[in-house]
């Protein structure tokens, strides 16, 4: 079993792997020659040319010095995408959570970003209004705020983790399978309560 583990995390590295389209769109729209790539990183011209038509890889060595060519992250390069983060504000109520499928971790970043684990890209996570079997319910009990979300708890199937948002913070409580989804924050003004199936995703209610 972990053989078959290991080897679905090495496939959906490789998966992910930078592509030479994505090389070729970061050199043309940073305005540089195939040579002047080649000279800010040590290789050849040519073998930019045959990154950027397929017809081979750059090593993984290389990866960093073409993300600092291009003044991206190296997480830019993998997404494919330059992020501008619009959060300048820093309000916690935009932050972003992400969760990796392979192994469960769990990411939070304040504003867009590029965020991978396992060698996979990941997206920032939409919150949907819960349905009936995703119930977020809501309690004041002795100055704390109790949550709870009347769902299996399963290894297959179980809330993952419940979130308590708002302007200036954000809390998170890890649960497990065979527990109960459940949990306790101290209430500090209004927000959001977040809760993450593994099945079906993130829901939310507001404060």
């Known amino acids: ?8 995390k090495e496939e959906i590295t490789m998966n992910q792997y930078i592509k030479g389209e994505t090389i070729k769109a970061f050199r043309e729209k940073n305005k540089m020659t195939q040579a002047e790539l080649a000279e800010k990183i040590g ?11 397929g017809r081979g890889l750059p090593d993984i060595s290389l990866i960093e010095p073409i993300a600092n060519a291009f003044r991206l992250s190296v997480g830019e390069l993998f997404a494919g995408e330059q992020i501008i983060n619009k959060n300048a504000a820093s309000n916690m109520r935009r932050s972003r959570l992400y969760v990796c499928p392979v192994c469960g971790n769990v990411i939070q970043s304040a504003g867009d970003a590029a965020i991978s684990c396992c060698g996979i890209s990941l997206p920032a996570l939409e919150a949907e209004e819960p349905d ?6 809501l309690e004041s009990i002795e100055g704390e705020l109790y949550v ?3 769902h299996p708890m399963t290894k297959e199937h179980h809330i993952s983790f419940i979130v308590y948002r708002t302007g200036d913070r ?4 890890k649960l497990y399978p065979e527990g109960d989804a459940e949990c306790r924050f101290f ?6 309560i977040l809760a993450y199936c593994n099945r079906h995703g993130l829901f939310k209610v507001t404060l």
């Open 148 to 150: 709870s979300v009347d």
């Open 187 to 192: 209430r500090h003004g209004h927000g959001e």
């Open 1 to 8: 079993m972990q053989h078959g583990i290991l080897g679905q």
């Open 132 to 137: 009936d079997e995703h119930d977020i319910k």
């Open 170 to 173: 954000i809390e998170t409580v």
């Open 43 to 53: 290789v050849t011209d040519k073998a930019v040319s045959k990154w950027e038509t």
